[in-house]
């Protein structure tokens, strides 16, 4: 589900990992033949020049209840600050910052999942696991560490999003956020109060949100691309 990379150009990096080419070496192979048909989970707006069929993204839903009044609209802003499902991979050093700078902010701030040895202030709601498909359209904004499902599942949801640029490829989806106007790519020292308060109330933020949630929902689906792949492999094969 990564949203910047391009597909071709991860497959040869990770074939020209030692492990692997001495791998291939083992079994005879010399070259990885050519791919018979490409996929592009972005939406059309942002995959200029990028080829393949178009396939929608489908967020992850992830497990969990979601508490009954994540599932109310809120009388205030509300801003979901989510992190990395991996740990030690610097995906959580966005989250002091944004609680620090969302002090005296006018917004319902929910924290999902808060790690054992952060200290949350007590104006912060908290939640356990949950599906994040399910929380965002209830959202008005996101702050998260760049992942790929978080960042197609604000776009999925058209609300403007915060990514912090990280390694691996965190750093593309975060520009891919920045370049589409959807959102902000913002630095865990950079993020300050008037940063948040951009993110929740930009008009121009939100209206890019809702235009890419609308390209996503009108790109076919994974039944229908399915069929499409199934079809053109049948071909290769007879």
Do not use: K
């Not at 924290?111 to 007590?122: D, H």
């Not at 950079?190 to 235009?211: F, K, P, Q, S, Y």
């Amino acid at each position: 589900m990564i949203v910047c990379f391009d597909g071709q150009e991860l497959i040869a990096a990770t074939a020209a990992s030692p492990h692997l080419r001495r791998a291939a070496r083992r079994h005879g192979v010399r070259r990885l033949p050519p791919p018979a048909s490409r996929l592009n989970n972005l939406p059309p707006s942002l995959a200029t020049g990028r080829p393949g069929h178009p396939l929608r993204p489908v967020p992850w839903s992830g497990t969990g209840e979601v508490p009954e009044w994540l599932r109310r609209p809120p009388a205030r802003p509300r801003l979901i600050v989510t992190h990395s499902t991996i740990a030690g991979a610097g995906g959580a050093a966005h989250l002091q910052p944004v609680l620090a700078a969302a002090a005296g902010l006018d917004a319902e701030v929910v924290l999902v999942r808060p790690p054992s040895n952060l200290t949350v202030p007590p104006a912060v709601r908290t939640t356990g696991w949950v599906p994040l498909a399910a929380v965002l359209p209830h959202a008005t904004a996101v702050a998260h560490h760049g992942g790929a499902g978080t960042t197609l599942g604000a776009l999925a949801a058209g609300i403007p999003q915060l990514a912090v640029p990280g390694s691996g490829d965190r750093r593309h989806n975060s520009a891919v956020v920045s370049g589409s106007g959807a959102g902000l790519a913002v630095p865990a020292r950079g993020i300050t109060r008037d940063v948040l308060h951009r993110l929740l109330h930009d008009r121009h933020l939100r209206a890019n949100a809702c235009e890419l949630r609308d390209e996503i929902a009108a790109m076919p689906g994974p039944a229908e691309v399915s069929r499409t792949i199934t079809a053109l492999l049948s071909r290769g094969a007879a």
